[in-house]
């Protein structure tokens, strides 16, 4: 199990804070696999007045339950779905 700190913009990190989005499409370039923790840290892009950076101090963590690989039902090479559920404390 590998933990992913990745950048989410606000709409999506809502959606998964809310439970109304679960799941995750993402360039394979961490080779994801089933198990693996995404911390999905809220970001604003273009707007710096945060912390110097654009991440709010919002976060969520959420562990991958399955994993569509690229090439698989014509999605792109490069690009992966991953199944994704709320880490219980």
Same mark, same amino acid.
């Given at each position: 199990?590998? %933990?992913?700190? /990745?950048?989410?913009? $606000? @709409? $999506?990190?809502? @959606?998964?804070?809310?439970?109304?989005? %679960?799941?995750?499409?993402? +360039?394979?370039?961490?080779?994801?696999? +089933?198990? =693996? *923790?995404?911390?999905?840290?809220?970001?604003? !892009?273009? =707007?710096?007045?945060?912390?110097?950076?654009?991440?709010?101090?919002?976060?969520?963590?959420? *562990?991958? %339950?399955? /994993?569509? $690989?690229?090439? @698989?039902?014509?999605? !792109?090479?490069?690009?992966?779905?991953?199944?994704?559920?709320?880490?219980? $404390?």
């Amino acid at each position: 199990m590998t %933990t992913h700190t /990745l950048k989410t913009w $606000p @709409a $999506p990190f809502a @959606a998964v804070l809310d439970g109304s989005k %679960t799941h995750e499409v993402r +360039v394979n370039d961490r080779d994801y696999q +089933v198990g =693996d *923790v995404l911390e999905l840290r809220e970001w604003e !892009p273009g =707007d710096w007045f945060f912390d110097d950076d654009g991440y709010t101090d919002r976060r969520i963590r959420v *562990v991958v %339950t399955h /994993l569509t $690989p690229g090439g @698989a039902f014509g999605l !792109p090479d490069d690009l992966c779905v991953m199944s994704i559920r709320k880490e219980q $404390p």
